[in-house]
């Protein structure tokens, strides 16, 4: 489609296999980050990412090119001393349970009514300073590198494809009957 081809006339790179010889000195840039919203809408369109890399770019994965950069779902507004109402500090968490444990902490110190939350429907809502100090700054983002085991390739693609295509719905659902209770997911 239309944006698989925009991805690899940007990075340089067309789709290979894990055995087809690319020359990796034509990949125009050094760390591809996919930026996406922090809601599940969001979390969706990076797996959907993600398996398109990990499928029809694995040598750009393999060598360490490809980051899922992570944005924040909540900003906290709190106070810099403990006894003002001034919220003049803020504080970006990336999801409901970091939100929970951090919010634990500032009432503690702060009191419930002066501490504020926000929640970010998408990258959109951010103004550009925003944007920059919690997805783009390099000292303020969350970056994770993302590889795999060659080892087990073949299967994690298969498991993929059982996962993704629209054509696996009945192994799909199967296997959520049969397994889905001992699968863990860290999201």
Same mark, same amino acid.
């Given at each position: 489609?239309?944006? $698989?081809?925009?991805?690899?006339?940007?990075?340089?790179?067309?789709?290979? !296999?894990?055995?087809?010889?690319?020359?990796?000195?034509?990949?125009?840039?050094? #760390?591809?980050? !996919?930026?996406?919203? @922090?809601?599940? =809408?969001?979390?969706?369109?990076?797996?959907?990412?993600?398996?398109? &890399?990990? #499928?029809? &770019?694995?040598? $750009?994965?393999?060598?360490?090119? &490809? +980051?899922? !950069?992570?944005?924040?779902?909540?900003?906290?507004?709190?106070? %810099?001393?403990?006894?003002?109402? $001034? *919220?003049?500090?803020?504080? +970006?968490?990336? /999801?409901?349970?970091? *939100? =929970?444990?951090?919010?634990?902490?500032? +009432?503690?110190? +702060?009191?419930?009514?002066?501490?504020? $939350? %926000?929640?970010?429907?998408? *990258?959109?809502?951010?103004? @550009?300073?925003?944007?920059?100090?919690? !997805?783009?700054?390099?000292?303020?983002?969350?970056?994770?590198?993302?590889? &795999? /085991?060659?080892?087990?390739?073949?299967?994690?693609?298969?498991?993929? /494809?059982?996962?993704? #295509?629209?054509?696996?719905? /009945?192994?799909?659902?199967?296997?959520?009957?049969? =397994?889905?209770?001992?699968?863990?997911? =860290?999201?």
């Amino acid at each position: 489609n239309k944006e $698989v081809e925009d991805i690899v006339q940007i990075i340089g790179i067309q789709p290979h !296999t894990l055995d087809d010889k690319i020359d990796l000195s034509k990949l125009r840039y050094g #760390k591809i980050c !996919t930026m996406c919203d @922090a809601d599940v =809408d969001g979390r969706h369109i990076e797996t959907l990412l993600i398996t398109l &890399f990990v #499928k029809h &770019f694995p040598q $750009v994965v393999k060598a360490g090119h &490809f +980051y899922i !950069t992570r944005a924040p779902l909540f900003r906290i507004d709190h106070p %810099s001393k403990k006894n003002s109402r $001034v *919220l003049d500090r803020k504080i +970006y968490v990336q /999801d409901e349970r970091e *939100l =929970d444990r951090t919010l634990k902490k500032m +009432y503690k110190e +702060y009191g419930e009514n002066n501490v504020k $939350v %926000s929640r970010f429907k998408g *990258l959109g809502e951010m103004n @550009a300073n925003q944007l920059w100090e919690t !997805t783009m700054s390099p000292e303020g983002r969350v970056l994770i590198q993302m590889g &795999f /085991d060659e080892e087990t390739y073949e299967k994690d693609i298969e498991s993929m /494809d059982m996962c993704m #295509k629209k054509k696996e719905s /009945d192994a799909r659902k199967e296997w959520m009957e049969r =397994d889905g209770n001992t699968v863990e997911v =860290d999201v």
